[in-house]
């Protein structure tokens, strides 16, 4: 069907007029370009959220307390209440085969300004209290030394863990960190690691980088709280369905601290299943603008080739008419104009998506040398998968701009050649 | 070969206004004649060709080329017999512009899915035997008139068709070529035994068929014999 004649007969009517197929040919390069191009920074949008947030338990929960809004069992409503050490346990009991880490959590008094002393210098930083398997649900890099670990609990030490930021701005560069002594809230510590955070996109107890980290039964004792548990982390296998479990034990601690099975205040949680369904749908958000802001440029160009083959074929009436009465058929005709549109068409869009992923690569190996961690963007690259559904974006393309030009060319008849005398 | 009945041809040119061009035509022409037609502008003679030509349609009566009813052909059909029965010659030689003399002539044998080989070779021939074997690489543009519509008809019989029409031939040429043409396709007759429908204003032209066919206001007003 496609010998050597019509593919020659085909490109020399691309080249008969070069500049002007080459203006057409630009629209389409010039939509497939921006779609290739705008495509690999969606990916590299999505790789620039989820590197941020990849290394989180993404089937974690945050618990914690709240007013009661309903009066039960003789309490009134507003009661101030706090889950304890005894809720800890009934949970850590109850799904010993679902939980994965678990972590009470203390807030730090926040009451005083420049809370953390380190000789002549100081600075306000948050104080939180901490299990070791918090290290695993929400994970932070430690730089030096280590983070808390069970015989920190059961000992109450007086140790802790400071932030990136914390380090910087308490000690000298070079100066030895681990071991030193720190005023935390009044209380001196000793601190065993430093660390920075990995996950920069979620930030459940605010910037680990600016926190000094202390075991939770340490704080618990300093600040009075006898067995009160603020707030409790915990990770579940990835089998478990974490909103469903998260509603078992909302109902528990209801049950254990006399509160109404249909107060909806008392218990207060969220999980990270809601967040990183949150980013899911920005990441689809963003990449539904992409393809429909990309398919609309390409759309222009193909427009733009259709008008062009529309002329061509008004100005080759002649020619067509000619061919036509030494009996070309209509269906000769229609190859002929459609795969003029599909040889422009594909070569400009092929030369779309190479110039696309080159740049792409570019821009890939400029943020790989100087990673910013204020870009959400890394590794914008196209997969296989799109470039493949780019190309069969072009050639529907080609044949849609060939499809009006081509009808066109069908009404001329032989006889029209004779007429246009 | 020709076998017309009755054939009317109308132009509706808008609602209320018709055309009546052809007004009911009888013609008979036969295999290997050599005819012309002749008449005013407006008479009727071009359309009555491009009837023949399966060019165009016709309203009534009945066209039979070479023993075949032609009537109501899609346009491939209508394609199919015009590339394997029919060569034209046009006043304005209708060469495509942009293909070199060679690839024109070849054009009728690519429709007809010869191989490229083998068109050409044969396109070359034919150019030979009409004094233009050193122009076949040349574009029409880079040719004079008479090499045009020598080229022209090379296109037209490279195919061996049974018939061709030539619709004012020598319409755009001085009377030295014309007079050329005319020669050739006279041999074109007598050698290749191909019928000849020449449509013309010019009496010296007509003279040089066998047969002059007078039309006046879309009939038949005379037939000539020329041959005594």
Same mark, same amino acid.
């Given at each position: 069907?496609?010998?050597?004649?019509?593919?020659?007969?085909?490109?020399?009517?691309?080249?008969?007029?070069?500049?002007?197929?080459?203006?057409?040919?630009?629209?389409?390069?010039?939509?497939?370009?921006?779609?290739v191009v705008m495509a690999g920074f969606g990916v590299g949008i999505k790789h620039g959220i989820m590197d941020g947030v990849d290394h989180f338990e993404a089937n974690s929960t945050f618990m914690f307390? *709240?007013?009661?809004?309903?009066?039960?069992?003789?309490?009134?409503?507003?009661?101030?209440?706090?889950?304890?050490?005894? *809720?800890?346990?009934?949970?850590?009991?109850?799904y010993?085969h679902e939980i994965k880490y678990m972590s009470g959590v203390?807030?730090?008094?926040?009451?005083?300004?420049?809370?953390?002393?380190?000789?002549?210098?100081?600075?306000?930083?948050s104080?939180m209290?901490f299990s070791p398997d918090y290290d695993h649900i929400n994970p932070s890099r430690m730089l030096q030394g280590r983070f808390i670990n069970?015989?920190?609990?059961?000992?109450?030490?007086?140790?802790?863990v400071i932030g990136k930021r914390v380090a910087n701005?308490?000690?000298?560069?070079?100066?030895?960190?681990?071991?030193?002594?720190?005023?935390?809230?009044?209380?001196?510590?000793?601190?065993?690691g430093v660390n920075e955070a990995i996950s920069q996109n979620i930030r459940v107890f605010g910037d680990a980088e600016e926190m000094v980290s +202390?075991?939770f039964?340490?704080?618990?004792?300093?600040?009075?709280?006898?067995?009160?548990?603020?707030c409790i982390a915990l990770a579940a296998n990835s089998s478990v369905n974490i909103a469903e479990m998260e509603e078992?034990i909302?109902?528990?601690?209801?049950?254990?601290?006399?509160?109404?099975?249909?107060?909806?205040?008392?218990?207060q949680a969220f999980n990270t299943k809601q967040i990183f369904d949150m980013f899911n749908a920005l990441i689809i958000g963003i990449n539904a603008l992409i393809w429909? +802001?990309?398919?609309?440029?390409?759309?222009?160009?193909?427009?733009?080739?259709?008008?062009?083959?529309?002329?061509?074929?008004?100005?080759?009436?002649?020619?067509?008419?000619?061919?036509?009465?030494?009996?070309?058929?209509?269906?000769?005709?229609?190859?002929?104009?459609?795969?003029?549109?599909?040889?422009?068409?594909?070569?400009?869009?092929?030369?779309?998506?190479?110039?696309?992923v080159?740049?792409l690569s570019v821009i890939s190996n400029i943020l790989a040398n100087s990673p910013s961690e204020n870009i959400p963007l890394s590794n914008p690259q196209i997969s296989f998968g799109i470039a493949?559904a780019?190309?069969?974006?072009?050639?529907?393309?080609?044949?849609?701009?060939?499809?009006?030009?081509?009808?066109?060319?069908?009404?001329?008849?032989?006889?029209?050649?004779?007429? *246009?005398? | 070969?020709?076998?017309?009945?009755?054939?009317?041809?109308?132009?509706?040119?808008?609602?209320?206004?018709?055309?009546?061009?052809?007004?009911?035509?009888?013609?008979?022409?036969?295999?290997?004649? &050599?005819?012309?037609?002749? #008449?005013?502008?407006?008479?009727?003679?071009?359309?009555?060709?491009?009837?023949?030509?399966?060019?165009?349609?016709?309203?009534?009566?009945?066209?039979?080329?070479?023993?075949?009813?032609?009537?109501?052909?899609?346009?491939?059909?209508?394609?199919?017999?015009?590339?394997?029965?029919?060569?034209?010659? &046009?006043?304005? &030689?209708?060469?495509?512009?942009?293909?070199?003399?060679?690839?024109?002539?070849?054009?009728?044998?690519?429709?007809?899915?010869?191989?490229?080989?083998?068109?050409?070779?044969?396109?070359?021939?034919?150019?030979?035997?009409?004094?233009?074997?050193?122009?076949?690489?040349?574009?029409?543009?880079?040719?004079?008139?008479?090499?045009?519509?020598?080229?022209?008809?090379?296109?037209?019989?490279?195919?061996?068709?049974?018939?061709?029409?030539?619709?004012?031939?020598?319409?755009?040429?001085?009377?030295?070529?014309?007079?050329?043409?005319?020669?050739?396709?006279?041999?074109?007759?007598?050698?290749?035994?191909?019928?000849?429908?020449?449509?013309?204003?010019?009496?010296?032209?007509?003279?040089?068929?066998?047969?002059?066919?007078?039309?006046?206001? #879309?009939?038949?007003?005379?037939?000539?014999?020329?041959?005594?």
């Amino acid at each position: 069907m496609f010998d050597l004649d019509t593919w020659q007969e085909i490109w020399l009517t691309i080249t008969r007029n070069k500049m002007r197929s080459l203006l057409t040919a630009f629209g389409v390069f010039w939509g497939v370009f921006m779609l290739v191009v705008m495509a690999g920074f969606g990916v590299g949008i999505k790789h620039g959220i989820m590197d941020g947030v990849d290394h989180f338990e993404a089937n974690s929960t945050f618990m914690f307390t *709240d007013r009661t809004s309903e009066p039960y069992k003789g309490f009134q409503r507003g009661r101030i209440w706090n889950m304890t050490m005894s *809720d800890y346990e009934a949970i850590q009991a109850q799904y010993a085969h679902e939980i994965k880490y678990m972590s009470g959590v203390i807030f730090g008094d926040r009451s005083v300004t420049n809370n953390i002393v380190r000789s002549d210098k100081y600075g306000s930083f948050s104080v939180m209290g901490f299990s070791p398997d918090y290290d695993h649900i929400n994970p932070s890099r430690m730089l030096q030394g280590r983070f808390i670990n069970d015989i920190d609990i059961k000992e109450r030490r007086k140790v802790c863990v400071i932030g990136k930021r914390v380090a910087n701005d308490l000690y000298a560069p070079g100066e030895t960190i681990i071991g030193s002594l720190l005023r935390v809230n009044g209380i001196y510590y000793t601190v065993i690691g430093v660390n920075e955070a990995i996950s920069q996109n979620i930030r459940v107890f605010g910037d680990a980088e600016e926190m000094v980290s +202390v075991p939770f039964t340490t704080l618990q004792q300093t600040q009075n709280c006898g067995d009160e548990v603020h707030c409790i982390a915990l990770a579940a296998n990835s089998s478990v369905n974490i909103a469903e479990m998260e509603e078992e034990i909302k109902t528990l601690l209801k049950a254990r601290n006399n509160i109404s099975p249909t107060d909806s205040q008392a218990v207060q949680a969220f999980n990270t299943k809601q967040i990183f369904d949150m980013f899911n749908a920005l990441i689809i958000g963003i990449n539904a603008l992409i393809w429909i +802001v990309g398919l609309g440029t390409l759309l222009a160009g193909i427009v733009g080739v259709s008008n062009i083959m529309l002329v061509t074929v008004r100005e080759r009436t002649q020619e067509i008419g000619v061919r036509r009465a030494l009996g070309a058929s209509p269906w000769v005709i229609l190859k002929q104009i459609m795969s003029e549109s599909l040889v422009l068409t594909v070569l400009a869009g092929i030369g779309g998506i190479v110039l696309g992923v080159s740049v792409l690569s570019v821009i890939s190996n400029i943020l790989a040398n100087s990673p910013s961690e204020n870009i959400p963007l890394s590794n914008p690259q196209i997969s296989f998968g799109i470039a493949i559904a780019a190309l069969i974006i072009i050639l529907i393309s080609g044949l849609f701009a060939g499809w009006l030009p081509s009808k066109r060319a069908l009404q001329i008849k032989a006889i029209d050649a004779l007429r *246009d005398e | 070969m020709i076998h017309l009945e009755n054939i009317h041809k109308t132009y509706n040119l808008n609602t209320s206004n018709a055309l009546h061009v052809l007004k009911g035509i009888n013609l008979d022409v036969a295999d290997g004649d &050599f005819v012309s037609i002749m #008449g005013a502008s407006g008479s009727g003679k071009s359309t009555l060709l491009n009837i023949i030509g399966i060019l165009d349609t016709y309203d009534e009566g009945s066209y039979y080329l070479d023993g075949q009813l032609i009537q109501n052909l899609t346009e491939t059909e209508s394609a199919k017999v015009r590339n394997k029965m029919i060569g034209f010659v &046009f006043q304005s &030689f209708n060469l495509i512009n942009f293909k070199t003399a060679l690839e024109n002539v070849a054009l009728p044998l690519y429709y007809r899915g010869v191989s490229r080989k083998k068109r050409n070779d044969m396109a070359l021939g034919y150019l030979d035997k009409l004094g233009l074997k050193d122009w076949a690489n040349y574009l029409p543009s880079e040719m004079s008139g008479g090499q045009k519509q020598r080229v022209a008809i090379a296109r037209a019989i490279i195919a061996k068709p049974r018939l061709i029409l030539a619709d004012e031939p020598t319409g755009a040429l001085d009377s030295k070529t014309s007079q050329e043409v005319m020669d050739i396709l006279r041999q074109v007759n007598e050698e290749e035994k191909i019928t000849m429908l020449i449509v013309t204003h010019a009496r010296e032209v007509a003279e040089q068929t066998h047969q002059i066919i007078n039309f006046k206001d #879309g009939l038949i007003s005379s037939i000539e014999n020329m041959r005594q």
